[in-house]
């Protein structure tokens, strides 16, 4: 792909907003669309174009990227009445990005192939950091052909890019990143509710824990987010939710049984009863210390 293509981008959120400002500091054309324009003003400040609807935002577009919510709203803005389906040229590609279901992902591939359009499901991890940073781990299912040609627009926010196969296998690939994260944040917060009760100098057993056979990114990364008591959100509480139900679901699909997940959602479930649903995936540690 040349920089001379055009892109539009729906669903600037926490990370969709870091995702197009690398674009538009690559110089590729973005046209943007979210539900509240408000949000998307810093954008738009930089040169990025605005549309009303989804529709308006992909006319003309040869990629369209999307990163919504929940997979209600990735359906609403593909096939909607305003959705990217009613206007989507054919030879364009679209690119789901929301942590979605399988099912959904091989749903909307058979329309887009339908219509001349290629479909992407291309889930990423690395929360607001890697997003900040241009070095988001991306998760490809579709065409092979359609990744080939969009690979250099994902190197522009991402460091570890691979194609995990058919469509689909995206979404199945995020499944497996978060049932990682959902039974090691439990492992994390314990640990550091476990060395709070203790009167530890929580800053000293970061140094001789993180770097050892129990490091991990949500320990080093997360873990002196919590030590400050900052719970802002890089992934909302209310999404991962809605994550690892989808995780169980599949899993059920195939016969699997997953306690560790359902333990986590479980305890989020709680936090979410409680109000903390806006909160960042680290405020499980107010499971154990509020």
């Given at each position: ?12 959120g ?14 590729y ?11 998307a ?5 930089l040169?990025?174009?605005?549309a009303d ?8 577009k ?17 096939c909607?009445?305003?959705g ?12 789901d ?11 909307l591939y058979?329309?887009a ?7 992407l499901?291309?889930?990423v ?5 890697g997003?900040k ?5 991306i ?6 052909e359609?990744f ?7 190197e522009?926010f ?39 009760k ?5 800053d000293k ?13 949500s320990?080093?990364?997360?873990g ?21 139900k ?5 899993a ?13 959602k479980e ?24």
């Amino acid at each position: 792909m040349l920089k001379g293509e055009k892109i539009a981008f729906i669903g600037t959120g926490v990370m969709g907003t870091s995702i197009v400002k690398h674009l538009l500091a690559a110089q590729y054309e973005v046209t943007v669309y979210t539900r509240t324009k408000e949000k998307a003003q810093t954008l738009i400040d930089l040169g990025a174009k605005w549309a009303d609807t989804p529709a308006k935002a992909t006319e003309e577009k040869d990629i369209i990227f999307t990163m919504v919510g929940f997979p209600s709203d990735v359906e609403e803005v593909y096939c909607g009445e305003n959705g990217i389906f009613q206007a989507a040229k054919e030879g364009a590609i679209v690119v789901d990005m929301t942590t979605s279901e399988p099912t959904l992902a091989k749903k909307l591939y058979s329309i887009a192939k339908e219509k001349g359009i290629s479909s992407l499901n291309a889930p990423v991890s690395g929360g607001d950091i890697g997003a900040k940073n241009g070095t988001l781990s991306i998760m490809v299912g579709g065409d092979k052909e359609a990744f080939d040609q969009i690979l250099p627009i994902f190197e522009k926010f991402g460091s570890n890019i691979v194609y995990q196969g058919e469509s689909g296998n995206g979404q199945h690939t995020k499944m497996c990143n978060q049932l990682l994260i959902a039974t090691n944040m439990i492992g994390v917060c314990e640990s550091i509710a476990y060395g709070l009760k203790a009167g530890l100098d929580l800053d000293k057993v970061m140094q001789s824990i993180s770097t050892g056979a129990a490091g991990s990114w949500s320990l080093s990364n997360l873990g002196p987010k919590m030590l400050n008591g900052n719970f802002d959100p890089g992934f909302y509480i209310k999404h991962f939710i809605k994550d690892m139900k989808i995780a169980i679901d599949e899993a059920e699909r195939m016969n699997l049984d997953l306690p560790g997940v359902k333990l986590s959602k479980e305890l989020y479930n709680t936090l979410l009863d409680r109000g903390y649903g806006e909160n960042g995936t680290q405020a499980l540690l107010k499971y154990y210390i509020d």
